[in-house]
Nanobody, 127 residues
Framework: QVQLVESGGGLVQAGGSLSLSCATS????????MGWFRQAPGKDREFVAA????????YFADSVKGRFTISRDNSKNTLYLQMSNLKPEDTAVYYC????????????????????WGQGTQVTVSS
């Protein structure tokens, strides 16, 4: 069974920074296109960012573009989301997701296109 384990969430003041990590097995990570999603209370899950297999291409939601960075370390089987200039509206549970296979474009924004999901980590941004 594939497991994705997020970490790094917490409480931060508006304007602050936070870094999330998502770890999985080497077998899964080496074969997977990766993404981050988030879900705020009472709202639908939304796409945040995605990165291709070797990190050559990334894609971001407009709401986080210029503030968030997605990266991966294939030697550590870990996905990262570096968040800066955080806003109260970034408050949500953040999930990492994986899809096996080679995809040329990082523009994979629908949750239904991902096969595996982590349990989520809470990010709270206070005003």
């Amino acid at each position: 069974q594939v497991q994705l384990v997020e970490s790094g969430g917490g409480l931060v003041q508006a304007g602050g920074s936070l870094s999330l990590s998502c770890a999985t097995s080497a077998r899964t990570f080496s074969r997977s296109f990766m993404g981050w999603f988030r879900q705020a209370p009472g709202k639908d899950r939304e796409f945040v960012a995605a990165i291709t297999l070797v990190g050559a291409s990334t894609y971001f939601a407009d709401s986080v573009k210029g503030r968030f960075t997605i990266s991966r370390d294939n030697s550590k089987n870990t996905l990262y989301l570096q968040m800066s200039n955080l806003k109260p509206e970034d408050t949500a549970v953040y999930y990492c997701a994986a899809r096996t296979g080679v995809i040329a474009s990082a523009r994979v924004t629908s949750g239904s296109e991902y096969e595996y999901w982590g349990q989520g980590t809470q990010v709270t941004v206070s005003s």
